[in-house]
Nanobody, 121 residues
Framework: QVQLVESGGGQVQAGGSLRLSCAAS????????MGWFRQAPGKEREFIGV???????SYQESMKGRFTISRDNADNRIFLQMNSLKPEDTAVYFC???????????????WGQGTQVSVSS
C-alpha cells in the first residue's frame, strides 16, 4: 500500500536547475523520515539528505549548498531542489522513507522507483 512516486527528472544543461517531487501514499511525514538518494552509472547508491518528522533537514556533507529538501505536509510530499547542476550530478534519483538512526543516513524501508536526471555539458 505504501508508494513513493518521484517526478520532475529530465535532461538539463550544466548550470541549470531541477526540482524533484516525491508523492507519498500509505504513510505520513509524521510516521517516517524521508529523504533522497542517487545512483550514478557504475557507482554505489549515495545518500543526499533527509527531512525529519519535525521538518528538520540533514545533508551529506558533499551535497550541502546546491541541494535543498523541503516538504508539503498537506500533500504528503517532499521535494529536492537542485541548483547549479553539473554533469557529475547525472544519476537516477530515488525518494525513500524509513526510520531515523540519528542525524544523516537513515534506515530505508520504502523506495521510490527513481527518476533520471541527466546533466549535459
Amino acid at each position: 500500500q505504501v508508494q513513493l512516486v518521484e517526478s520532475g527528472g529530465g535532461q538539463v544543461q550544466a548550470g541549470g536547475s531541477l526540482r524533484l517531487s516525491c508523492a507519498a501514499s500509505g504513510l505520513t511525514l509524521y510516521s517516517h523520515v524521508m529523504g533522497w538518494f542517487r545512483q550514478a552509472p557504475g557507482k554505489e547508491r549515495e545518500f543526499i539528505g533527509v527531512i525529519g518528522q519535525s521538518g528538520g533537514t540533514s545533508y551529506q556533507e558533499s551535497m550541502k549548498g546546491r541541494f535543498t529538501i523541503s516538504r508539503d505536509n498537506a500533500d504528503n510530499r517532499i521535494f529536492l531542489q537542485m541548483n547549479s547542476l553539473k554533469p557529475e550530478d547525472t544519476a537516477v534519483y530515488f525518494c525513500a522513507a524509513g526510520h531515523a538512526r540519528g542525524v544523516g543516513p537513515f534506515q530505508v524501508i520504502y523506495w521510490g522507483q527513481g527518476t533520471q536526471v541527466s546533466v549535459s555539458s
